[in-house]
């Protein structure tokens, strides 16, 4: 434009200098025509080729020589063609030589050239004419800078772009290097014998020796004399019927209705009696009460404390996570009184003890746990909470990606993650001072439209699935602006997000399913029962992946699982059970608990016996016990407590209930001839 101005300029000059530079020119050429010169100059060079000029400036130099300068020349040759000239300066001298500079890029550059001189020359000299180059190239600025005010955070301190750079535009950042393998560790599979040992893997000898220690002394506390010692034993006997309490879905059921003679279930009364299940219930402890009183003035936590941590820091050394881990909190339903008991309308409970944990997205195996104990003592809030609680429940991973909801997730906190070779993808708070105003205005925004800002770390997406609402998610781990190609059009940072997001939400489900939670005051005893759901899981999460053929096929794999668990832990009480309950049901389960020679046989045996005893306890008729079985050689079936693969046929049947029965599990009983005849 600048250079349209000078021959404007020049133009002007000569029309005010002559009036012939003013007016069209004739000039006769050699070959006799006419031709109209307007802002165009022909010249005849000695060669007797026509030049036809366009763009002119004339310069008067010091020497009285006028020189023009010119940005495109026409020449026609004696052969009649055409040439096109770039960036030719000619000077013409007194003595009327012509002398040409020229710089030729090529014939295709020449021939575009030339169609922009000719539009050029058809337009008219407008003296008012002024150019709008300066305003376009004021608006162009104004528009980068509002889009640099709109894509600069609140805070003022982070400027993101709304096209990644191209040196980081890479569909995915490239993952860590995880150095552990995912599922089970090398501890976890040496010893994950049966399931009952893959439940006892989170208990330790030294938990069991404090659990042992404490409640053996809060009996004797309260029964003084008369109480008598436990040991592992009864302690597995009263968790297993915990757990079976959770599976039969009765734990807000009575304890009465439980070992009811025809109500309840045959198990609890072949387990142990009623009393002894309410005196270990209220003597269960694993502290001091006096002690941990006055420590609880400088920690709220102090009664469960050193079981808890013990407990915790079994969690990791049992199951390595899988590429992505689910950082979230989860509510234990509590209504009594506690000091650090939370309020959560969004959770079922509303009321309870909250607890933060992380989880293996995929399996929601409980990696790492944490109790929330509300302010500290001297009644200060915690700052940059969300931050240190992802720090301290992912302590230890290196290479993971990991999901939070928007109470974590910051740039803050992106940037540490990435310092410890983690990434991080999650929902954020629209009122974050890192978040750029461009993503967070809603104004014309179309429906199921996405907005992307960069960063050199971070990615920021604005999706908007209805009018006037729009969902904000931060990542480290995305690099780029992919949308799905489906109907929601939703970004991958979405799908990423939906399809990790849920592993504490799942395990705060299917703990509550079939939990082992009973009424109680003791806030201490909530958590444990907690411990308890959880260890549960996690041993069905490393059996099965241990053995993944184990009831393949099957929906309610896990309700089978803590059924045979807890029929596992009751069998060594039922085992050396004095006394025979009274309930025919009851009997034979203790009887043929006795019975068995291995622990194998207890698991196979009570698992489908119990279930046959309830089902053929209508059978029983009131008549004079026999001491020993009645044979009928008329008739022979297949026994009734043996497995279905052996398919020992048998004539013995019992003289209570009329169950088929063989000689391996039929007592019989020695007379004399003359007691028999009696």
Known sequence: MKRRFSVVESLVHLYESSEEQRDAALHTTSDGGMEEERDVTLLKTSDGEMEKERDVTLHKTSDGEMEEERNTTLHMTSEGGMEDERDMTQHITSD????EERNLDGEAELELFDEASETEDNTEFDPDYHSTDGEESEEESEVTADTEVAYQSKNGNISWTPAPSPQKQRGRLPAHRIKMTSGPTRLACAHAEDIRSTFELFFPDDIKHILIKMTNLEGKRVFRDTWKDLDWTDLQAFFGLLILAGVYRSHHEAISSLWHGVSGRAIFRATMSLKSFS?????????????EHSRQKSDKLA???IIWDKWVERLPLLYNPGPNVTVDECLVRFRGRCPFKQYMP???????????????SSSSYAWNMQIYTGKAID?????????RVVLDMTDGLEGHTVTCDNFFTSYGL???????????????RSNKPELPPALLSMKDRARLSSMFAFTDTHTLVSYCPRKNKNVLLMSTFHRDAKVSDKDHKKPEIILHYNQTKGGVDNLDKVVATYTCQRKTARWPMVIFFNMLDVSAYNSFVLWTKINPSWNKGKNSKRRLFLEELGVAL????????????????????VIQAQACSSEKDDVLLLASKHKVMEARAYCFTAKKPSSSPVSTPTKRKRCQVCESKKSTKTSVMCSQCNMYI????????SYCYSCKKV
């Open 279 to 291: 005196s270990l219930s209220r003597v269960f402890c694993f502290y001091k009460r006096d002690e």
């Open 570 to 589: 009751v069998a060594p009480y039922m085992k050396r059970r004095h006394y025979v309950p009274r309930s025919p049901a009851s009997q034979n389960m």
């Open 414 to 428: 992106g940037e540490e993650l990435l310092r410890r070779k983690m990434t991080m993808i999650g929902t954020v």
């Open 346 to 360: 969004s959770k079922p409970g509303k009321y309870g003890i909250k607890i933060w944990a992380a989880c293996d």
């Open 303 to 305: 009664p469960v404390r």
């Open 379 to 387: 009644g200060k809030s915690e700052k940059n909470q969300g931050m």
């Open 662 to 669: 063989c000689r391996s599990h039929a007592i019989t009983t």
């Open 96 to 99: 009327e030589w012509m002398e």
